[in-house]
């Protein structure tokens, strides 16, 4: 993983992010074991502490879980990822309509843009 970070939010939620869009992305695969907390956190140059919080916080939303001598997995629960990424993904929506609608951009218009878009793409 390639970690980056900004100084607008607690690390241990953007390490939650960057988690989380791996596993939705399949960048990190159902089942996969992680490295050890002390491993991620020098990887990612962070405090063990706060990736301890970011892993914990994983767990309580599903998409980890521990096996108490084994360390720490991905969920193979696949509709479990599913739902997150759709929950994610609506979030992200949201997200651009609402900066749309600052920019003074209706519903009609980002349809347009967003058909124009896509036949440039073809």
Aim: charged share 30%; proline share 2%.
């Amino acid at each position: 993983m390639r970690w980056e970070f900004d100084n607008t939010r607690p690390v241990y939620i953007q390490l939650c992010e960057q988690f989380t869009n791996a596993i939705i992305s399949g960048a990190l695969l159902p089942g996969e074991k992680l490295m050890s907390v002390r491993d991620l956190a020098k990887e990612a140059g962070v405090n063990p502490n706060t990736m301890q919080k970011a892993l914990s916080e994983l767990e309580r939303s599903g998409l980890l879980y521990t096996q108490r001598t084994a360390g720490r997995f991905i969920t193979e629960n696949k509709e479990k990822i599913k739902e997150i990424k759709q929950e994610t993904a609506r979030l992200r929506v949201l997200q651009f309509l609402n900066e749309m609608a600052q920019l003074g951009i209706n519903s009609q218009e980002i349809e347009e843009l967003l058909s124009h878009m896509k036949k440039e793409e073809s």
